[in-house]
């Protein structure tokens, strides 16, 4: 409900232009003032890539479908891309009697992990409840909210299912979610995400990979630093290789029992609008971020 608000609300504030939409965001967003012209923090940055830094590249990236494409292209294979079943433009062509028990049903255009429908088991769904759901995520146009420019340019919703993702290992089935920060293609900072549905900790970890226990955002951090998997160099390598063509580009992957998947390519994490612990975090994210 609360976004479908945030929606209405953006919608009768669409006449404004991005910046002043920006400005107006980030003051109620974070109680400060943006500095759009000259800004300093990762999260005014953001808002500048938002308004200002328009390239086509960047639009496959934010389309579920089409950014398959661009990792195959970037990296010369499709070795890391999740297992593809059906893509469609309404939930309604969607062959469930072709599928396996479990499977991910996304929008295209979805964002912030929205518009995701997760199977655990085929025989305790009702079919026209997800048709109608799914469905009703289409063409929502989320950057009337947002302005991220590189949403703006989104093809048509279409419907992707792919092949459900869990880690054995797990507390509770989620899998761990590795972001790398990557500035002019070269990465930064890591922050690890755990036990989605039960206890989720996030953590941030610097290029050394070092942890950085005092770092936090919007979850608490952990009390003693996961190990991170023998083969993160090489998940290191394909991040900065996806991000070679942009200022900032975060690149999210999963790794489960020593296989990298790819999870998605984002330019505008929380849409900029998050509170660091420590604020100086901000600042320093910021140094690496080279608006032109």
Partial sequence: MKRRIK????????????????????????????????????TEKIQWYKAYYHNP???????????????TEV?????????????????DEI?????????????????????VFICTDKNHICREDVVRLVNSWRNKKYYTISREWAYRGAKQSRIIVERYLEDP??????????????????????WVDKNRYSNHRRGFWNESLQ?????????????????LPSNIQEMICVAEQLSADFPFARVDLYNIEGRIYFGEITFYPWSGYVQYTPDSFDFELGRWFCVR
Avoid: W
């Fill in 57 to 71: 590249r960047m639009l496959p990236c934010t389309d579920k479908y089409l950014v398959r494409a661009y990792v």
């Fill in 211 to 227: 942890f950085l226990p005092d770092v936090k955002s919007d979850h608490p951090t952990f009390d003693v630093a996961p190990q």
């Fill in 169 to 190: 290992s797990s507390e509770d089935g989620s899998i761990e979610d590795y972001k790398f920060l990557c500035f002019d293609g070269k990465f930064r900072y890591l």
């Fill in 75 to 91: 990296l010369g294979n499709d070795k890391y891309l999740n297992t593809l079943y059906q893509v469609c433009d309404r939930a």
């Fill in 95 to 115: 062959d469930f009697d072709a599928l396996p028990q479990q499977f991910v049903i996304k929008t295209t255009d979805g964002g912030n992990g929205d518009n």
């Fill in 7 to 42: 929606y209405f609300i953006a919608q009768l504030l669409s006449f404004l232009p991005d910046a002043a939409m920006l400005h107006l965001q980030y003051f109620i967003k974070l109680h400060r003032r943006l500095h759009l012209k000259n800004p300093v923090r990762f």
